[in-house]
């Protein structure tokens, strides 16, 4: 599995356990990525107003086989962020209406509904899901216990970012709906990390990212809107929409495509991530996944903290783990200082965190060179 670290860009001196945060865009698809942008240049006019929208459907189609939807439910945004945001600013919302999440959710969005809560007068409640996360029983317990019958939307990753949780959201998106509460679905780290069907969960809202698992470059994501809702969610930034050249095919589509000039060359390189995930990695994800089932344990023992979960299903290809309470504030950049060891080292719930991603590039001997080093100051 490891010649295959050729294929991508990443500086080979360094250990990079952190597939995660950003992703890692492979040769093959950074180029295609490039050769949009140069066909783009050659002819900025015919390509902006003709060819791109031909080029935008077939990378709504590929990707919405992909992560099972229809190709005119998917829109492409820069980032998860942008994609969330998005929905939050469309919900219609009274006083006290309540927004529920769990304490697992991802900063920086945690923050956006913070933000827009202030203005729209929402209460926003931060569910807590106690850990070692156990069953899927008792986790939906703790889950449910936010609900009331002030509850209009819930907003939960399919798997979580600090804590690097897959958690099991088919549930609570079906329960969710028998009591009409909506569903936005923050699956970040999901395409091309666990198989996903969007129709098959149901929810109303899904946010991804194609730049994490999926390989694509930067600035690659998308929003799946059920349709259903497509009256009614607009896209912040309004511009030329239905008055401009996109010929549709939907009111929905056409609003969003266009949102002032901007370089769409990464959202039109998600069909050669595609290929390349199929090609390359899908065979050893059980390699990947296998390697994470066995670091679950290698932390416990060389760290001497319990775990966040008891392991099994709640991992796929990333695990979180706390650092013993002595670990000094700057021991990430010790550690690559020491070791050129890329690995997010993070605080969560108050608790210092070590999270490792392992990545069709990476392999046993990453996980025992990282294990090592942190014998050595543990
Ligand atoms: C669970 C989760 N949601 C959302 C995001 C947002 O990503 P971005 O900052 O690219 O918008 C991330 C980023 O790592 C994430 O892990």
């Known amino acids: 599995m490891n010649q295959i670290k050729n294929k991508f860009l990443l500086n080979p001196d360094m250990t990079y356990l ?183 969960l149901g929810c109303d809202f899904y946010a991804g990212a194609c730049h994490k698992w999926l390989c694509g470059p930067k600035g690659a994501s998308f929003l799946f809107v059920k349709k259903e809702h497509q009256d009614w969610i607009k896209p912040l930034i309004v511009s030329w929409g239905n008055s401009g050249d996109d010929p549709g095919p939907s009111e929905f589509l056409t609003e969003f495509n266009w949102q002032g000039t901007r370089d769409m060359s990464s959202f039109l390189a998600i069909p050669a991530a595609i290929k390349f995930y199929v090609d390359e990695i899908k065979s050893h994800q059980e390699t990947c996944r296998n390697i994470i089932q066995t670091v679950y344990y290698d932390f416990q023992n060389v760290l001497k903290t319990d775990p966040i979960s008891t392991g099994g299903n709640w991992l796929g290809q990333m695990v979180s783990h706390p650092l013993p309470k002595r670990t000094p504030k700057n021991f990430k950049k010790k550690l690559w200082d020491d070791t050129k060891i890329e690995i997010p080292i993070f605080t969560w719930n108050e608790t210092q965190f070590i999270r490792i991603s392992i990545q069709v590039y990476n392999s046993q001997k990453d996980v025992d060179f990282l294990m090592s080093a942190l014998r050595s100051y543990f």
């Not at 990525?33 to 031909?54: I, S």
């Open 18 to 200: 952190n597939h995660g945060s950003f992703g890692a865009c492979p040769k093959p698809v950074f180029e295609d990525y490039q050769n949009w942008q140069k066909k783009l240049e050659f002819h900025p006019a015919h390509f902006l107003t003709e060819t791109l929208y031909k080029t935008l459907y077939e990378s709504r189609r590929s990707l919405s086989e992909f992560v099972g939807c229809d190709e005119d439910e998917i829109i492409f945004f820069q980032n998860p962020t942008t994609a969330v945001t998005n929905i939050i600013h469309n919900l219609n919302v009274k006083h006290n209406d309540e927004i529920l999440m769990t304490n697992h959710e991802y900063g920086a969005l945690v923050r956006a509904w913070l933000v827009w809560a202030k203005k729209s007068g929402a209460k926003i409640v931060q569910q807590e899901i106690s850990t070692p996360v156990s069953t899927e029983e008792k986790f939906m317990d703790d889950f449910w216990k936010g609900v009331t019958s002030r509850t209009k939307v819930i907003f939960i990753s399919q798997i979580t970012s600090s804590t690097g949780l897959i958690f099991p959201i088919a549930s609570i998106i079906k329960m969710a709906k028998e009591k009409g509460i909506l569903t936005i679905v923050d699956g970040a780290h999901v395409p091309a990390h666990i198989p996903l069907d969007i129709h098959k």
